[in-house]
């Protein structure tokens, strides 16, 4: 059963799926965790960008 999740609510579960992947230290850097996160959650280019923009200004950690 598919379920349609508001935009917002995709992205702030791909925020919280990557700062777990970062704090887990799986050694893949963040280049490879946001590809990966953008595919898991099927994040449209804005998103994944914006995404990307907030783990690089935070030091690859969200507020």
């Keep these: 059963m598919n379920t ?3 935009q917002s609510e995709l992205v ?5 799926y990557l ?4 704090n887990r230290n799986s050694g893949k850097s963040l ?4 590809d990966e ?3 898991r959650f099927n994040l449209t280019p ?3 960008m ?3 923009r907030l783990f690089q200004k ?3 950690k969200a507020d």
Excluded at 12 to 16: D, E, G, H, L, N
Excluded at 19 to 22: F, K, N, P
Excluded at 31 to 34: S, W
């Design 31 to 34: 280049a490879t965790l946001l």
């Design 19 to 22: 700062t777990e992947e970062l």
């Design 46 to 48: 804005l998103d994944a």
């Design 37 to 39: 996160t953008g595919m």
């Design 12 to 16: 702030r579960k791909a925020a919280a």
């Design 4 to 6: 349609i999740m508001p």
């Design 50 to 52: 914006s995404l990307e």
């Design 58 to 60: 935070n030091g690859g």
